[in-house]
């Protein structure tokens, strides 16, 4: 079944409609050649699956009646932010693809000590677009209720600022080689957390910004013995994570 996000406003519960616009219209009825009576699932957004079926197909507008509330639930009981120090190339493309296919609830680019890639404000709003346009495309094929935010880009600084609310915050890290500790971490996880994940460029973290990070209580994490790439390391922790709030 095709999975379309509209915004809340769209959803007419008295009338059990809901009112499809913008680019969907021409993506529905001329790419994927829907036609009037089929189903298709739509996401206002907000956590609320609905199962449509579309009745109107009009040039600028569609209207699909609402023939009942999904409440399957893919959302995980707990909110990921996934910080993550800008990688080279296309690399930011495929974690943000990968790390909403896991349940991320938001993902933030971090400028560190050691980060290559350098964007002016012109590049980082063109980069931004295309990043959320493939969080969107993610959350369409993973059945998301949510489409996760990819936030602007933050200093290292800025992202622990904002990091201070959560309840929980983790910083992997290579001299870090406690895995007891770090099991006992992850065991500390629990519905309702707000949880940060904070991963390093190519070549990782300086080290007077772990030492900025254990001073404003982001704790170091251990993913082995062995050296992971930046694309890696993200999803690796991410997966863990995943797998504990889906068995709680």
């Not at 560190?112 to 980069?127: I, N, P, Q, W, Y």
């Not at 080290?207 to 082995?224: D, F, K, M, N, V």
Request: aromatic fraction near 8%; glycine fraction near 6%.
């Amino acid at each position: 079944m095709h999975h379309f996000f509209v915004s809340p406003d769209r959803v007419d519960l008295e009338e059990n409609k809901i009112f499809i616009g913008g680019c969907d219209v021409n993506h529905i009825k001329n790419v994927l050649r829907m036609k009037q009576g089929e189903s298709l699932l739509i996401s206002d957004g907000n956590g609320n699956d609905y199962i449509c079926e579309l009745e109107i197909m009009g040039n600028e507008k569609l209207v699909a009646g609402i023939r009942r509330q999904s409440f399957e639930g893919t959302e995980l009981p707990a909110k990921i932010y996934l910080f993550q120090g800008l990688p080279k190339s296309d690399k930011m493309e495929m974690i943000i693809q990968k790390a909403v296919e896991l349940g991320v609830y938001e993902i933030i680019p971090v400028k560190t000590a050691r980060t290559v890639v350098k964007l002016d404000s012109k590049k980082e709003e063109s980069r931004l677009k295309r990043w959320c346009s493939i969080a969107e495309s993610a959350a369409k094929q993973s059945r998301r209720s949510i489409i996760p935010q990819v936030s602007r880009i933050m200093s290292f600084q800025e992202a622990v600022q904002y990091a201070q609310r959560f309840e929980l915050n983790m910083i992997p890290y290579e001299n870090y080689k406690d895995m007891a500790a770090t099991k006992s971490m992850i065991q500390r996880v629990e519905k309702g957390m707000n949880i940060g994940i904070f991963i390093g460029p190519e070549g990782g973290f300086a080290e007077e910004e772990i030492a900025y990070a254990t001073q404003h209580q982001l704790e170091r994490i251990s993913l082995g013995r062995r050296i992971l790439r930046t694309e890696t390391a993200g999803l690796m922790i991410v997966s863990v994570i995943m797998f504990r709030l889906e068995n709680l």
